[in-house]
Nanobody
Framework: VQLQASGGGLVQAGGSLRLSCVAS????????MAWFRQPPGKEREFVAL????????LYAGSVKGRFTISRASAQNTVYLQMNSLKPEDSGVYYC???????????????WGQGTLVTVSS
């Protein structure tokens, strides 16, 4: 499985961005797809996750109500819609694939290359 993330960019506070993660190869229904981010100078942190074939989602408290994770199975794509962006949302965003319902990055064995999000104040 290979993951290709895109959609990052520069946006003003209060704006929106939609990130995409296209997966190549077969994705089993039990796969878990997640987004993590790494703010400048900080550790990587969990953002959101979903099951590939089920309507189950989980969000970090800092993004709940502002971000939405979704998937388009026919396109093998997972999205992260980010609204009401704040400067503290800035960082490199990574998509990841695993099999455990987990917010721990170590549980994920496939990672995309990252896409940079910069939110200006």
């Amino acid at each position: 499985v290979q993951l290709q993330a895109s959609g990052g960019g520069l946006v003003q506070a209060g704006g929106s961005l939609r990130l995409s993660c296209v997966a190549s190869g077969r994705l089993y229904s039990s796969a878990v797809m997640a987004w993590f981010r790494q703010p400048p100078g900080k550790e990587r942190e969990f953002v959101a996750l979903t099951r590939w074939r089920r309507d189950s989602t989980l969000y970090a408290g800092s993004v709940k109500g502002r971000f939405t994770i979704s998937r388009a199975s026919a396109q093998n794509t997972v999205y992260l819609q980010m609204n009401s962006l704040k400067p503290e949302d800035s960082g490199v965003y990574y998509c990841a694939r695993g099999i455990q319902w987990s917010i721990q990055g170590d549980e994920y064995n496939y990672w995309g290359q990252g896409t940079l999000v910069t939110v200006s104040s």
